[in-house]
RNA sequence: GCGGCGAUGGUCUAGUGGUAGGACCUGAGCCUUCCAAGCUCAUGGCCCGGGUUCAAAUCCCGGUCGCCGCACCA
């Protein structure tokens, strides 16, 4: 089997049984952006309640809901609006598409190419002689385009405000820090939660659910003290999880190692003990919902693909070619420590306070160089500058204060140079109490690509095999975990006539009742139903027939193994929960 | 965005300058006492726009979308 048929048989199937498919298609279908179907939209969503149970609820954190649209400073603040811009420079020979920061930075001294203007690298492309890494081609006079993966929006009436469709979730925490800390009591730590819509303008989204435009990412934002708190590394420190690090990639013969955490964080292998703590736990949650964890690894980025927010990331991967194939590895998950880039950022752009106030243990006393200028003198004497004087001396006290030993003290204002008799700062040393101080705190960042987990959970679970009667007929099952699969019980009547019609009725409102996800079949042959259910995920079935009539028992099926067993109505619902928690299997009943 | 290839019922496909056929699925009926049985019937299709032509689903151009390669994926 090929990779091709693999991905296909995936597809079809999700287009035929309402897991996934294009949208608009009936206006031509548009590039990146999917629909859920009545089954897709029900696994998508029991993975996010997945998700939530071990990323919210079991860690204690918080979960929010932010909007998709945010004003135009949040992005200056955040870096997307510069660091999420692509110059892109066509080749007028080949046609090949750069990257025109890339190629500057390649051929010149420049550094940080990116924070450059449009008009400024076109200059600079046309003066160093810079030619087309592909063919060549001179690239002078050809025009710097720009491109950013950002949706643009305007809030309200006219352009004058600006705003953009959220490109990663986690901004919409970053931003509501200040209300969230209040939250918190101003406790760290904490973690805040969200599940919701990004959006990217790519410029050739491809490969169904893997690249969209409008995806889903379940992010969680952990907010740490890096001097104080650290993660409950024992409670997975036995979990053995497979490491493929920046070391090994860059070593031709370099293999993925397989470590427990506690052995990564030992051997270094992991940097931040943090991220090993959440590779751990989400090692056992990719267990739970499905992923197959021999077709799985944790990579290490590499220090040139590092985001500009990142000091260390690790990508969760999932191989979702079929077996035999070449790996195409898809990445599902990024666990970055971010440490105080985002918050930093924001209090600098902002007008709140980003920032914790630690409180000492004992209250500290310290020495602090102060001032007070005499503005009486620094007006007539510096006009217009006066203030920016005034706080150029309060910086240099902090800074340096032997800067005020002499008679007068120069400070520098934009470049320009200013005197002040030492007697007219109010400069003085006096001993201050400090009940604590303000920290920025470091953020923790396992992102979840719900969409991309949503195909690799079906990926691996899309089996086929041999289960029917005629040894040549093929089943196609998806093995979802029960939590996941979007119909828990299917009920059907063994014929459709005799009553069993009705009394099937009975047993699935029944289910119902109990608060399980129901489906109910009547037509065609009871192997054919069995199918159906098998190729979305439903986990038991459970057939009405003529002894159910006279004794009141009904079968239960079980879809990996097709093994029945024969259960009283009343103990339906009791059996059916025990089956899907895991206690209990049809061969014990 | 560039280049190559492609687009036919819900799905998978056959096919020709004279407006389409199959398989599966789905629905109805018959039959059937547990794993895609059988029979009868039915629903349903040539991506969009323009051009050439007596006639275009077929040929040409453009668009949209898909796949592959390049670039991109912070």
Known sequence: MTDDTAADRLTELAKRRGFFFRSSEAYGGVSGFYVYGPEGATLKENLEDAWRDRFVRREGHMEIEAPNVMPEPVFEASGHLDGFDDMIVECPECGASHRADHIVEDNTDIEEAESIAITDIEEIVAENDVVCPSCGTELAGEPVEDFNLMFETTIGPGSSSPGYLRPETAQGIFVEFPRLK?????????????????????????????????????????????????????????????????AQQDDEDGEPVELTVQEAVEAGVVGSDWVAYYLGVAQGWYERIGVDMDRFRFRQHRSGELAHYAADCWDAEADTSAPGADPDWIEITGFAYRGDYDLTKHGEYADDDFTIFKQYDDPITVERATVDPEMSYLGPEFGGDAAA?????????????????????????????????????????????EAGEHVTPHVVEPSFGVDRLVYTVLAHTLERDDAGEDADEDRTVL????????????????????????????????????????????????GRRYRRQDEVGTPYCVTVDYDTLEDGTVTVRDRDTTAQARVPVDDLPGVVADLRAGETTIGDL
């Open 182 to 246: 209040e939250y918190a009591r101003g406790q760290l730590p904490f973690g805040v939660a969200q599940i919701g819509a990004a959006y990217r303008n790519e410029i050739s989204p491809r490969k169904g659910l893997v690249r969209l435009r409008e995806f889903a990412q379940a992010e969680l934002e952990h907010f740490v003290d890096p001097e104080t708190d650290d993660p409950d590394l024992e409670s997975v420190a036995d979990v053995e999880v497979t490491l493929y690090s920046e």
């Open 479 to 526: 093995t979802l975990p029960p939590e996941l699969a979007p119909t828990t019980v299917a009920v059907f009547p063994l014929m459709d006539k005799d009553g069993l019609g009705e009394r099937a009725g009975e047993v699935a409102e029944r289910l119902r009742q109990a608060g399980f996800e129901v489906a109910e079949d009547a037509s065609g042959s009871i």
């Open 389 to 433: 004087v005034g706080e150029a001396l309060e910086d240099l006290a902090e800074r340096d204060r032997t800067a005020f030993d002499d008679d007068t003290v120069t400070v520098d204002v934009d470049g320009d140079e200013y005197a002040v008799p030492v007697e007219k700062t109010g400069f003085s040393i006096e001993e201050v109490t």
